[in-house]
C-alpha cells in the first residue's frame, strides 16, 4: 500500500528521518511523507513516530476536473474491499488551486459515490447502516488532482495517552519530541527544561532516551478495523518492549508554578518515566544549571497565553542571563511567537526555525554551543 506520515509544517525533515530509520524509502511533500507498506507497516509507523499526526493509507489518485468525473472515479473504487456494510465513514474534503473548489460539495459527491457503490456491491436500497467501526475517508483536491485517503490512526498521534493533567496551554506531545529531535541533543547528555509547565518536553526526552515506543499506550482507529488482524499490533507491541533500554539519565524540569510541577510529576507517572526526571519548583531567574555539553529546551509563555508582553520580555532577559552563564559547551532552544525575542534575550540565534505550535506561528530560536 501506499502511506502517507502528515505532520505539521516545518517538521517533515524529522519525520522523513524517523521513517528511514525504521527503514523505509520516502518521498516528501510540504506536510506530509510518503512511504510504502503492508498492515505490519500501519502498526509499526503509528506506535512508532513520534513527530507525525497521522497515518494514512491512499485509496486512489485521479485527476478530475467535474463533479460528474470525480463522481464515477470515486465509484469505480472498490470500496467494499476497504469498508465493511455497516462500516460508518465521514468525509473530509479539501481543495486547493482547483476546478472543483467547493469542499461542502466535494465532501456530498465523495459520500454520495460511496453510497452508490456500497449499494450496489451489498445489493441494499437506501441509506447504509453505519453503525459499525468509524472509516475516516479524505478527499485531497490539489491542482485537479484527487487524492483519496483513508486514516488509520484517529485521535492524533500527539494523544500518547500518558496526559493526565495540563496547565492552560500545554504543548502538543509530538511538537515537543520534534523540537528535541531538532536539536543535538543524546540520552548521555544533561537536559534541562526551566519552562516545563506540565512537563511535555522533559517527558518527550526522556521517552526518547529510554527507546520507548511514543503510542504504546493509546489504541488506533485500525484496531477496529475488520480487515486488519489484531496480532500485528500485539506483535509490534512485544517487539517494541524487546527495544526499550534504560540508560542513566540526568533530566532537569522546572517552573515557577509548584501546581505546574505536580501536574508535571501526575503525567510523567502517566508515561512511567517519573524516576528518571528531577523535577523542582524554581524561577528562571533563580536557576543554576550546572554540567557541561548540555540541552535546554524552553518553551516560555508566548502569543495568547500571557498578554503582558512586558513581564514576558522580563523573563527573557532572565534566560539570557541565566542559560548564556551555563557556559559554551551548552546549546540553547528556545520556541516563542515574540519576533523581537532575541533583542531582550540579548544574542542573536545561531539560527531560527519557524514552526507552527497549532495555530499559533512560532520561531525556533537556536543558540548551539561554541565549545565540546
Do not use: C
Amino acid at each position: 500500500m501506499k502511506l502517507i506520515a502528515t505532520m505539521s509544517s516545518g517538521f517533515e525533515s524529522i519525520t522523513k528521518k524517523e521513517l528511514q530509520d525504521l527503514g523505509y524509502d520516502v518521498t516528501t511533500e510540504n506536510g506530509k511523507v510518503y512511504f510504502e507498506g503492508d498492515y505490519e507497516d500501519i502498526a509499526k509507523t503509528n506506535l512508532w513516530l513520534r513527530s507525525a499526526d497521522r497515518i494514512k493509507v491512499v485509496i486512489a489518485t485521479f485527476e478530475a476536473r467535474s463533479f460528474e468525473e470525480l463522481f464515477d472515479k470515486v465509484n469505480d473504487i472498490d470500496w467494499d474491499y476497504w469498508l465493511p456494510l455497516n462500516a460508518a465513514f465521514p468525509i473530509k474534503a479539501r481543495t486547493v488551486k482547483s476546478q472543483l473548489h467547493s469542499e461542502r460539495d466535494i465532501q456530498a459527491i465523495t459520500k454520495k459515490a460511496i453510497v452508490n457503490k456500497m449499494s450496489d456491491v451489498y445489493k441494499r436500497r437506501g441509506r447504509l447502516p453505519e453503525s459499525g467501526a468509524t472509516f475516516q475517508i479524505e478527499t485531497r483536491i490539489h491542482k485537479d488532482i484527487v487524492e483519496v485517503t483513508l486514516d488509520t490512526t484517529g485521535d492524533s498521534l500527539y494523544k500518547r495517552g500518558y496526559r493526565i493533567e495540563h496547565g492552560a496551554a500545554p504543548m502538543k506531545e509530538n511538537f515537543a519530541a520534534a523540537l528535541i529531535m531538532l536539536t543535538n541533543w543524546h540520552a548521555d547528555m544533561p537536559f534541562v527544561d526551566p519552562t516545563t509547565g506540565s512537563g511535555t518536553i522533559a517527558i518527550e526526552a526522556a521517552l526518547l532516551a529510554k527507546n520507548i515506543a511514543p503510542g504504546m499506550l493509546r489504541h488506533f482507529s485500525f484496531e477496529n478495523f475488520d480487515w486488519f488482524d489484531p496480532k500485528i499490533l500485539e506483535k509490534e507491541k512485544e517487539a517494541a518492549k524487546e527495544l526499550q533500554v534504560a540508560p542513566e539519565l540526568n533530566i532537569f524540569a522546572s517552573d515557577i508554578d509548584g501546581s505546574m510541577i505536580d501536574v508535571a510529576k501526575l503525567n510523567a507517572h502517566g508515561a512511567g518515566v517519573l524516576h528518571d526526571i528531577n523535577f523542582k519548583q524554581i524561577a528562571v531567574k533563580d536557576l543554576k544549571i550546572e554540567g557541561e555539553d548540555g540541552v535546554i529546551i524552553s518553551n516560555p509563555p508566548y502569543g495568547q497565553r500571557m498578554s503582558d508582553m512586558e513581564s514576558v520580555r522580563v523573563l527573557y532577559k532572565q534566560m539570557g542571563d541565566v542559560f548564556e552563564a551555563a557556559g559554551p559547551s551548552w546549546s540553547k532552544y528556545i520556541v516563542t511567537s515574540d519576533l523581537e525575542f532575541e533583542q531582550y534575550y540579548g544574542k542573536k540565534a545561531t539560527k531560527k526555525r519557524k514552526l507552527y505550535n497549532g495555530s499559533i506561528r512560532t520561531d525556533y530560536y537556536q543558540y548551539w554551543a561554541t565549545e565540546r
